[in-house]
């Protein structure tokens, strides 16, 4: 699994800037807090981050005591954090991941160091060998530079007098004496971690007024290079349009003077050739009388043809109605011829039998 986003928490702008630029090398989304409480006011508002590297010494709450409330809160207790710090000792980091640290990156961060403990914890992650969240029973956290020879269950009172020395009869066995020696080395103590922790803060204030004033002065000079680009680019723009300017109006007069002479060349052809001359209307009269000839002929030319074929039509439907007519004609000769023989056959079959009777003396 690759981790995708981080939360970086640190109170110096330069700090913060050089780390971020490293993990947005490596395609992460980075959010970033100035302290502890605002850290932990973005764990609380918005999304979980896959990691959060988070700084050792910072004023307020510290690394420890925000990796601590991480850690005791159960929804962020299982977000791995990775401590920035410049310790670099076995102790320290053993110390470390007792209160739920996951690893240490030492300041200020390398490529390399920040491959290999985000390569390691995309491992652990994604085979899911995370260490589990520190319990409530777990050694609390102590600085190292802090740590003073007393026994754990060690009580401190003063030194007793020479006197009363004599006068106790069974002091407490872990009872530690309030020596000068003890007490110098609480005061060591005290104004060492004093001294880091003021030193830390003027250091990260002095990273943070250089880092302001370089981001200012690149700004500066950032605003300075784009107006210089900007009037460069002006300056070659006009001399360019001005140049071109020239250029244009050299063209301008070169092709106007080509049509100019073109055109007179044009009228010259057109004058030359304008209106029908005599030869042109002579051809167009030719022209037309031909046409009118080739129609007369034509026209006559359909005009004999279809006379010829109105005779022959002609010819052949009076042929056709004497023929009808002969054909009538012969029929009804034909039908008298029939009837005249028909009445002479019964007048001589009547005559006939007349006389056979008149002969047979039917009429005596």
């Not at 004093?194 to 690149?218: G, M, P, T, V, W």
């Not at 074929?309 to 009804?332: G, K, M, N, P, W």
């Amino acid at each position: 699994m690759a981790i995708k986003n981080a939360l970086l928490v640190d109170d110096s702008k330069v700090a913060r800037f050089a780390l971020s630029k490293l993990l947005e090398s490596r395609d992460m989304e980075v959010n970033m807090a100035g302290s502890a409480e605002e850290a932990l006011d973005f764990l609380n508002s918005h999304g979980r981050p896959d990691v959060i590297f988070m700084d050792h010494l910072m004023p307020g709450m510290n690394g420890v005591e925000a990796t601590k409330a991480i850690k005791g809160n159960p929804e962020t207790a299982s977000i791995p954090i990775i401590m920035c710090t410049s310790k670099k000792s076995s102790s320290f980091m053993e110390e470390a991941r007792n209160f739920g640290v996951y690893n240490i990156l030492t300041k200020p961060p390398q490529t390399e160091g920040l491959k290999e403990v985000l390569d390691q914890l995309a491992s652990d992650v994604t085979g899911g060998t995370l260490p589990e969240p520190p319990t409530e029973s777990a050694s609390a956290y102590v600085d190292e530079d802090e740590l003073l020879n007393v026994p754990a269950d060690a009580s401190v009172e003063l030194s007793p007098k020479t006197g009363d020395s004599a006068g106790r009869g069974n002091p407490q066995a872990n009872v530690v004496p309030l020596t000068s020696e003890l007490i110098e080395q609480i005061a060591r103590s005290a104004v060492k971690t004093h001294i880091n922790n003021r030193l830390h803060e003027l250091l990260s204030s002095l990273f943070d007024e250089q880092f302001d004033h370089l981001k200012r002065a690149l700004d500066e000079s950032r605003s300075k290079q784009d107006a210089a680009i900007e009037e460069r680019l002006n300056a070659v723009t006009e001399m360019v349009e001005e140049r071109t300017r020239s250029l244009r109006d050299d063209v301008a007069a070169e092709v106007n003077l080509n049509l100019g002479s073109e055109l007179a060349v044009l009228k010259k052809e057109l004058k030359k050739n304008s209106g029908f001359t005599s030869d042109h209307m002579a051809e167009l009269k030719d022209h037309i009388t031909s046409v009118q000839t080739i129609d007369t002929e034509f026209w006559q030319t359909l005009q004999s043809e279809a006379i010829q074929q109105a005779h022959e039509i002609s010819r052949e439907t009076a042929e056709d109605i004497a023929q009808r007519t002969i054909d009538l004609f012969v029929a009804q000769q034909r039908s008298a011829a029939s009837r005249v023989y028909t009445i002479g056959l019964a007048v001589s079959l009547g005559i006939f039998s007349v006389g056979i009777a008149w002969l047979s003396g039917l009429f005596g």
